[in-house]
């Protein structure tokens, strides 16, 4: 799967190979607050692509406008 993700340190988009690991379709009532989505696994990434996923998750993922 090809995924197209710009990030919000400002640099330039990055274009992504990755799998797709699992999909959640709807939201259970035992679940409460899960949206559907899906998990994606990223390969084949440079080392400076890596970098930028890395700092995203250590602050805390990417803020809500």
Do not use: C, I, S
């Not at 990030?7 to 988009?13: S, T, V």
């Not at 899960?34 to 440079?46: I, R």
């Amino acid at each position: 799967l090809g995924v197209r993700y710009q990030l919000p340190d400002g640099g330039r988009a990055m274009t992504l190979e990755a799998e797709v690991r699992w999909v959640k379709t709807g939201v259970a009532d035992d679940e409460p607050g899960l949206h559907p989505g899906m998990g994606l696994k990223f390969v084949k990434l440079t080392d400076a692509a890596r970098e930028r996923l890395l700092a995203l998750v250590k602050q805390g993922g990417p803020t809500e406008n």
